[in-house]
């Protein structure tokens, strides 16, 4: 079994920061990568940013330059820094993390967090 424990939503004004964690922890042998999804009301859910394990990071257009996605490989946690927030990136924030669970199967599986909700007001 595998959970994804996120923290660090809420309410911040427009131009204010936020920082989201997420911590993996259950049955992991090793984790590929992880990253943030985000879901506002009526809209798709959408990648704002990854990070795999090697380092390499992957980050939505709107947020370039005012979110920053770091891991911790050693505690299986991701943070994501977000600064300058505007409403426009008000939506439910879930954490995502694909792992691979064994030694023996190399599978990877994709985790989802159980979502924080993050509201910008104008």
């Known amino acids: 079994q595998v959970q994804l424990v996120e923290s660090g939503g809420g309410l911040v004004q427009a131009g204010g920061s936020l920082r989201l964690s997420c911590a993996a922890a259950?049955?992991?042998?090793?984790?590929?990568?992880m990253g943030w999804y985000r879901q506002a009301p009526g809209s798709q859910r959408e990648l704002v940013a990854a990070a795999t394990s090697g380092g390499s990071t992957n980050y939505a257009d709107s947020v370039k330059g005012r979110f920053t996605i770091s891991r911790d490989n050693a505690k299986n946690i991701v943070y994501l820094q977000m600064n300058s927030l505007k409403p426009e990136d008000t939506a439910v924030y879930y954490c995502?993390?694909?792992?691979?669970?064994?030694?023996?199967?190399?599978?990877?599986?994709?985790?989802w967090g159980q979502g924080t909700q993050v509201t910008v007001s104008s």
């Open positions: 259950g049955s992991i042998f090793s984790i590929n990568s």
């Open positions: 995502n993390a694909r792992i691979r669970r064994s030694t023996w199967n190399t599978v990877l599986t994709d985790y």
